[in-house]
């Protein structure tokens, strides 16, 4: 549950292994993020896949995941109805 302390795990990111208070998610360019606390007290963004927010396996499994657009929506929906057999 958000606000959370995290921790930076992406060896690769230029906070790696701070601590920052996150407050929301936010998504930008496809990217699920983070509003943190930067250490100077000013907000920015990380994205949560380079945190420990979902837990140590979690943030892999969140690199993963698929989002749909509405038109995706419509268009598996109608698939289902159609393979169900149900009307939508």
Do not use: K, N
Not at 48 to 77: I, K, P, Q, Y
């Amino acid at each position: 549950m958000l606000p959370c302390e995290i921790t930076v795990t992406d060896r690769a990111h230029p906070l790696y292994g701070e601590q920052l208070r996150a407050l929301s998610f936010r998504r930008r360019q496809g990217v699920l993020r983070l509003v943190v606390v930067l250490p100077d007290g000013t907000p920015g963004m990380v994205a949560a896949d380079a945190t420990d927010v979902f837990g140590s396996d979690a943030a892999v499994l969140a690199g993963l995941a698929t989002t749909l657009s509405v038109e995706g929506v419509r268009r598996l929906r109608s698939r289902l109805a159609r393979d169900t057999g149900v009307s939508s």
